[in-house]
């Protein structure tokens, strides 16, 4: 019985989450982190970036350390926030609340010599 239980609670979840409806489209991200001190022989990328309604979702696989997170419209910085990525986790940033445009997002590590990956994405 609990076995049928969960197997309808189940199949419930999973209709709801195939037919809700969230617009994402992925970021195109450019650069690289310096990430000569992590041994490996297949390189994931170490961060993908997927647009929302209303937020960027950054998605890193692994650790790549101390971040600054900077949000531009032009010369103008709209977002700055700092983040230490010590493993494989997810972060937003809230986009809700900008006026249309095009935006620049930046992730720069923050170790000398550190890397630096950014994207275009654009609200409507």
């Not at 900077?70 to 900008?98: H, I, M, P, R, W």
Request: aromatic letters at 8%.
């Amino acid at each position: 019985m609990k076995l049928k239980s969960f197997l309808f609670l189940s199949l419930i979840c999973l209709f709801a989450a195939v037919n809700s409806k969230v617009n994402s489209k992925a970021v195109e991200l450019n650069g690289e982190f310096d990430e000569s001190l992590i041994p490996r022989s297949v390189v994931p990328p170490a961060v993908t970036a997927i647009q929302t309604d209303n937020a960027v979702v950054l998605t890193f696989n692994r650790a790549v350390g101390n971040l600054k997170i900077t949000v531009n419209e032009g010369s103008d910085v709209v977002y700055t926030t700092t983040l230490n990525v010590t493993g494989a986790t997810q972060f937003s940033v809230y986009t809700g609340d900008l006026e249309s445009g095009t935006y620049l997002l930046k992730l720069t590590q923050t170790a000398t010599g550190g890397g630096c990956v950014y994207g275009e994405f654009s609200v409507e």
